[in-house]
Protein backbone atom coordinates (compact mmCIF):
# COMPACT_ATOMS: atom_id res chain seq x y z
CA UNK A 1 0.00 0.00 0.00
CA UNK A 2 1.12 3.35 -0.91
CA UNK A 3 0.92 6.48 1.19
CA UNK A 4 0.34 9.70 -0.35
CA UNK A 5 1.14 12.26 1.98
CA UNK A 6 -1.52 15.29 2.15
CA UNK A 7 0.29 18.39 4.25
CA UNK A 8 -1.92 20.95 1.67
CA UNK A 9 1.13 21.93 -0.94
CA UNK A 10 0.77 18.70 -3.24
CA UNK A 11 -1.04 18.24 -6.35
CA UNK A 12 -2.69 15.01 -5.07
CA UNK A 13 -5.29 14.87 -7.99
CA UNK A 14 -2.93 14.21 -10.71
CA UNK A 15 -0.28 11.67 -8.56
CA UNK A 16 -3.40 9.55 -7.16
CA UNK A 17 -4.60 8.93 -10.46
CA UNK A 18 -0.94 8.08 -11.45
CA UNK A 19 -1.06 5.09 -9.02
CA UNK A 20 -4.32 4.18 -9.74
CA UNK A 21 -3.78 3.93 -13.25
CA UNK A 22 -0.68 1.40 -11.94
CA UNK A 23 -3.31 -0.65 -10.14
CA UNK A 24 -1.42 -0.10 -7.20
CA UNK A 25 -3.53 0.44 -3.71
CA UNK A 26 -3.44 3.62 -1.93
CA UNK A 27 -4.22 5.83 0.64
CA UNK A 28 -4.14 9.66 1.08
CA UNK A 29 -3.67 11.02 4.78
CA UNK A 30 -2.72 14.04 6.90
CA UNK A 31 -1.93 11.66 9.69
CA UNK A 32 1.29 10.91 10.74
CA UNK A 33 0.11 7.11 12.46
CA UNK A 34 -1.65 6.65 9.14
CA UNK A 35 1.29 7.31 7.11
CA UNK A 36 3.84 5.05 9.48
CA UNK A 37 1.80 1.81 8.00
CA UNK A 38 2.47 2.31 4.39
CA UNK A 39 4.84 0.10 2.54
CA UNK A 40 5.88 2.99 0.78
CA UNK A 41 5.15 7.03 0.70
CA UNK A 42 5.40 9.86 -1.68
CA UNK A 43 5.57 13.08 -0.44
CA UNK A 44 4.32 15.90 -3.84
CA UNK A 45 4.43 19.49 -3.75
CA UNK A 46 4.20 22.79 -5.15
CA UNK A 47 4.38 26.00 -4.03
CA UNK A 48 7.03 27.28 -1.30
CA UNK A 49 10.32 25.64 0.38
CA UNK A 50 9.44 27.48 3.57
CA UNK A 51 5.90 27.09 3.55
CA UNK A 52 6.20 23.46 3.00
CA UNK A 53 8.53 23.07 5.73
CA UNK A 54 6.53 24.69 7.91
CA UNK A 55 3.70 22.98 7.07
CA UNK A 56 5.34 19.66 7.77
CA UNK A 57 6.78 20.51 11.05
CA UNK A 58 3.70 21.89 12.59
CA UNK A 59 2.20 18.96 11.85
CA UNK A 60 4.36 16.44 13.17
CA UNK A 61 4.81 15.04 9.32
CA UNK A 62 8.33 15.46 9.62
CA UNK A 63 9.36 13.92 12.43
CA UNK A 64 7.32 11.12 11.18
CA UNK A 65 9.20 11.13 7.41
CA UNK A 66 12.52 11.10 9.72
CA UNK A 67 11.37 7.93 10.87
CA UNK A 68 9.96 5.97 8.21
CA UNK A 69 13.07 6.35 5.90
CA UNK A 70 14.98 5.24 9.06
CA UNK A 71 12.85 2.37 8.84
CA UNK A 72 13.90 0.99 5.53
CA UNK A 73 11.17 1.91 3.51
CA UNK A 74 10.94 3.23 0.13
CA UNK A 75 9.97 7.46 0.39
CA UNK A 76 9.74 9.55 -2.86
CA UNK A 77 9.70 13.20 -2.80
CA UNK A 78 8.41 14.84 -5.92
CA UNK A 79 9.21 18.30 -7.00
CA UNK A 80 9.49 20.91 -3.97
CA UNK A 81 8.82 17.55 -2.26
CA UNK A 82 12.27 16.25 -3.34
CA UNK A 83 13.34 19.79 -2.85
CA UNK A 84 12.34 19.44 1.32
CA UNK A 85 14.34 16.46 1.82
CA UNK A 86 17.51 18.46 1.58
CA UNK A 87 19.49 20.72 4.05
CA UNK A 88 17.66 23.90 3.37
CA UNK A 89 17.12 27.18 1.02
CA UNK A 90 16.68 30.27 0.89
CA UNK A 91 12.95 30.74 -0.50
CA UNK A 92 11.55 33.41 1.06
CA UNK A 93 14.21 33.52 3.79
CA UNK A 94 16.41 30.82 5.27
CA UNK A 95 14.83 27.63 5.63
CA UNK A 96 16.28 24.44 6.88
CA UNK A 97 14.89 21.42 5.04
CA UNK A 98 14.32 17.72 6.35
CA UNK A 99 18.37 17.80 6.10
CA UNK A 100 18.28 13.50 4.63
CA UNK A 101 20.51 14.57 1.69
CA UNK A 102 23.19 17.01 1.70
CA UNK A 103 22.49 19.95 -0.93
CA UNK A 104 21.03 23.66 -0.72
CA UNK A 105 18.20 25.05 -2.69
CA UNK A 106 18.90 27.99 -4.79
CA UNK A 107 16.92 30.16 -7.11
CA UNK A 108 17.86 29.83 -11.00
CA UNK A 109 19.72 32.85 -11.89
CA UNK A 110 18.12 33.86 -15.32
CA UNK A 111 21.60 34.99 -16.42
CA UNK A 112 24.21 33.35 -17.87
CA UNK A 113 27.78 33.06 -17.21
CA UNK A 114 28.03 35.94 -20.71
CA UNK A 115 25.54 37.90 -19.89
CA UNK A 116 22.29 36.41 -21.46
CA UNK A 117 19.11 35.33 -20.15
CA UNK A 118 16.76 32.71 -19.90
CA UNK A 119 13.42 31.62 -18.55
CA UNK A 120 12.34 31.16 -14.85
CA UNK A 121 10.66 29.28 -14.09
CA UNK A 122 12.14 26.19 -16.04
CA UNK A 123 9.16 25.08 -17.55
CA UNK A 124 8.40 22.18 -20.38
CA UNK A 125 10.85 18.96 -21.62
CA UNK A 126 13.73 18.46 -20.59
CA UNK A 127 16.06 15.32 -21.69
CA UNK A 128 17.32 13.53 -18.72
CA UNK A 129 21.04 12.43 -18.72
CA UNK A 130 21.58 8.77 -16.29
CA UNK A 131 25.12 9.51 -13.69
CA UNK A 132 24.82 6.26 -11.99
CA UNK A 133 22.37 3.12 -12.07
CA UNK A 134 19.65 2.48 -9.17
CA UNK A 135 16.75 0.40 -8.62
CA UNK A 136 14.37 3.05 -9.34
CA UNK A 137 16.27 3.73 -13.05
CA UNK A 138 15.95 0.05 -13.96
CA UNK A 139 14.58 -0.95 -17.11
CA UNK A 140 14.32 3.37 -18.25
CA UNK A 141 16.01 4.55 -21.06
CA UNK A 142 17.00 8.12 -20.39
CA UNK A 143 14.08 10.33 -22.11
CA UNK A 144 12.37 13.77 -22.00
CA UNK A 145 10.72 14.76 -18.78
CA UNK A 146 8.09 17.56 -17.67
CA UNK A 147 9.38 20.29 -15.39
CA UNK A 148 8.40 23.39 -13.66
CA UNK A 149 10.00 24.88 -10.90
CA UNK A 150 12.26 27.68 -10.34
CA UNK A 151 14.54 26.57 -7.48
CA UNK A 152 16.99 23.91 -8.17
CA UNK A 153 19.14 21.78 -5.71
CA UNK A 154 22.83 22.74 -5.61
CA UNK A 155 25.90 21.18 -4.07
CA UNK A 156 24.77 18.14 -3.81
CA UNK A 157 26.56 14.60 -2.83
CA UNK A 158 27.62 13.60 -6.22
CA UNK A 159 26.75 10.01 -4.69
CA UNK A 160 23.35 10.75 -4.64
CA UNK A 161 22.95 12.08 -8.29
CA UNK A 162 21.19 9.47 -10.26
CA UNK A 163 20.12 11.97 -12.87
CA UNK A 164 20.61 15.33 -14.26
CA UNK A 165 19.44 17.55 -17.12
CA UNK A 166 20.95 21.18 -17.75
CA UNK A 167 19.13 24.25 -17.71
CA UNK A 168 22.05 26.41 -18.07
CA UNK A 169 23.48 24.91 -14.52
CA UNK A 170 23.08 21.23 -14.11
CA UNK A 171 19.84 20.59 -12.45
CA UNK A 172 19.79 17.32 -10.22
CA UNK A 173 16.62 15.45 -11.94
CA UNK A 174 16.41 12.25 -10.03
CA UNK A 175 18.00 11.51 -6.37
CA UNK A 176 18.46 8.80 -4.61
CA UNK A 177 20.59 7.41 -0.98
CA UNK A 178 19.56 3.88 -0.21
CA UNK A 179 15.38 3.60 0.09
CA UNK A 180 15.28 7.41 -0.12
CA UNK A 181 14.41 8.81 -3.55
CA UNK A 182 13.48 12.78 -4.90
CA UNK A 183 12.46 13.52 -8.76
CA UNK A 184 12.63 17.62 -9.39
CA UNK A 185 10.31 16.89 -12.39
CA UNK A 186 6.90 15.54 -12.32
CA UNK A 187 6.63 12.27 -13.21
CA UNK A 188 3.03 12.01 -13.10
CA UNK A 189 3.14 14.23 -16.12
CA UNK A 190 5.82 12.54 -17.93
CA UNK A 191 4.74 10.37 -20.31
CA UNK A 192 5.62 6.66 -20.39
CA UNK A 193 9.38 8.03 -18.36
CA UNK A 194 6.78 9.24 -15.42
CA UNK A 195 4.92 6.15 -15.35
CA UNK A 196 7.68 3.62 -15.97
CA UNK A 197 9.53 5.45 -12.83
CA UNK A 198 6.45 5.62 -10.66
CA UNK A 199 6.14 1.62 -11.14
CA UNK A 200 9.88 0.95 -10.10
CA UNK A 201 8.96 2.59 -6.99
CA UNK A 202 5.91 1.28 -6.24
CA UNK A 203 7.94 -2.48 -7.04
CA UNK A 204 9.91 -1.42 -4.20
CA UNK A 205 7.51 -1.27 -1.87
CA UNK A 206 5.93 -3.74 -2.36
CA UNK A 207 9.79 -5.87 -2.86
CA UNK A 208 9.77 -4.64 0.93
CA UNK A 209 6.95 -6.32 1.91
CA UNK A 210 7.43 -10.08 0.13
CA UNK A 211 10.73 -10.52 1.26
Not at 18 to 46: M, Q
Not at 107 to 119: E, I, L, N, Q
Amino acid sequence: MIGIIDYGMGNLFSVSKAIERLNVPYFISEKAEELKKADGLILPGVGSFKDGMERLNATGLSAMIKEFTEMGKPFLGICLGMQLLFEGSKENGETIGLGLLKGYVEKFPGVTADGGRYKVPHMGWNQLEWEQSSSILQQVEEDYAYFVHSYYVDRIDKDALLAKCMYDVEVPAVVGSGNLFGMQFHPEKSSKLGMKLLRNFTELARERVTT
